[in-house]
């Protein structure tokens, strides 16, 4: 077993593409990973840790689902073995969460977010890994556009908008209660008002400042008036939506 306590086994087994052996090993990566008295050689050759991470976005957009879970579970360990450091692999991960919160299977869309908050967490600041998911606001699976909104939610409610530079998320959410689809209209919709709930009326003036067409966001801001009253949502620190710099 000596001989399997070592990351180049481990690295070989990650290019495994049989669904059955990616099962038997995953578990196997993760436990390793959890145990530094057991896995001292995490990152010791860096270029090997990057070949690693890269393979195991493929794990992550498999179509087995128990693989996705699995790519999603050891890229947490990844994360809570080297947190910060785990930084440099963000433009890596991201795309292929932001691909699998659009999945079919809801655990692998929780799981998924929930990884995404993790990584804001433990790697860099909310506003850093937004920067990078901004581009899921576009994305073709209407299912990822409505999972970017449900991810911004609940970072709103685990962060708060201290962290956020929201004058820069908002306008995609805008855009988004004209989608075509109308589960992403509905999630766009409710998380303006979870934004509209953390900063009141600043959101709307600072949008207008920022030459965003009233007929974009009258309309986008019209629900949020009625559901603000049904909710008594209410702000009574408003934040400012100028950017944050870290």
């Not at 052996?21 to 090997?48: A, F, M």
């Not at 890269?54 to 890229?75: H, M, P, R, Y």
């Not at 004058?167 to 919709?189: F, M, W, Y």
Request: proline share 6%; aromatic share 6%.
């Amino acid at each position: 077993m000596e001989d399997h306590d070592n990351m180049e086994y481990f690295y070989q087994q990650v290019l495994q593409k049989d669904v059955t052996r990616r099962l038997q090993v995953g578990q196997d990566l993760i436990d390793y990973l959890n145990d530094p008295h057991r896995s001292p050689d995490v990152e010791q050759d860096k270029p090997r840790l990057d070949k690693t991470i890269d393979e195991l976005t493929g794990w992550i957009n498999s179509s087995n689902f128990k693989v996705a879970l699995l790519g999603i579970d050891i890229c947490g360990a990844f994360v809570d073995r080297i947190r910060e450091r785990f930084k440099g692999y963000l433009g890596t991960v991201l795309p292929a969460l932001v691909d699998r919160l659009g999945d079919g299977k809801d655990q692998v869309r929780e799981n998924s977010q929930a990884l995404i908050l993790r990584l804001m967490e433990q790697t860099t600041s909310p506003m850093n890994v937004w920067e990078r998911l901004t581009p899921g606001f576009k994305h073709k699976n209407f299912r990822s556009r409505e999972g970017i909104c449900l991810c911004l939610s609940a970072t709103l409610s685990t962060y708060g908008a201290q962290p956020l530079s929201l004058s820069k998320l908002v306008p995609h959410l805008c855009s988004l209660t004209g989608d075509q689809n109308p589960q992403v209209r509905e999630a766009s919709i409710t998380t303006l008002v979870d934004v509209y709930r953390h900063v009141g009326e600043k959101v709307r003036a600072d949008l207008g400042k920022r030459g965003l067409p009233a007929a974009r966001v009258t309309p986008a801001f019209s629900p949020l008036l009625y559901r603000s009253h049904v909710l008594d949502l209410s702000c009574s620190q408003p934040c400012m939506l100028t950017p944050q710099h870290d």
